[in-house]
């Protein structure tokens, strides 16, 4: 009968129902946020050291070891500005450490140390050798870290943070170094890399919130 078949069909979850997945959703992206930044912070802190050691062993070369001798091209200037863009990075770094450990977490927190990364990255570059550093690879890692903290909106954030910082760095090159530009041609195929990578990022964080149980 009509009246059987009207209480066969599934009913509609009641709005409070909705209500709690919504906050048991929302503090399950909380967990997974705060999680990845922690983890995130350590390794910037330890990236950021294994950087500064590099520094020092082509200013001052490794005893014993011949093919590590000190470069010439690394004079006292650009020493001086990269030990205080680290000094003020690892800083930074131990704020947020701080602020983690007392559980103080806000939502932009993520998009702060992010865009942090992005600006240091680009104030060393302009006291190096502008887009023709190696340290341009830096700008994938800041993206790759985004990766961590389980969230998309913040992976498109740190790739257009990064392509911000790389275009800066270009055109600062090319107006007060151009020897050291790479070229608009050239410098499409860093951007490229940049997107490449927020892709690959985005598309890792997707497939693990999924397995997770979350919401792509």
Known sequence: SAKTYANR????????????????????????????ERRANFLRAAVVALFYIVELINRHGLPGVAALVPQADVGPEFHLAATIVAVGWLV???????????????????????????????????????????????????????????????????????????????????????????????ALVVFAAIGGMALITGQTVRRARTAAGGDA
């Open 92 to 186: 930074g770094a131990w704020g947020v450490h701080a602020l983690l450990r007392a559980r103080i977490f806000p939502s932009g927190l993520k998009y702060l140390t992010t865009g942090v990364d992005a600006a240091f990255l680009t104030a060393l570059l302009g006291a190096a050798d502008g887009s023709r550093s190696p340290l341009v690879s830096g700008y994938l890692l800041a993206v790759a870290l985004a990766g961590l903290r389980m969230s998309l909106p913040l992976v498109r954030f740190s790739a257009a943070a990064a392509g911000l910082g790389f275009f800066v760095t270009e055109l600062s090159s090319q107006a007060f170094r151009p020897d050291l530009a790479f070229g608009w041609s050239r």
């Open 9 to 36: 069909r599934p009913r509609t979850p009641a709005p409070r129902t909705f209500g709690i997945v919504r906050r048991m959703s929302e503090a399950r992206d909380r967990v997974w946020e705060y999680e990845g």
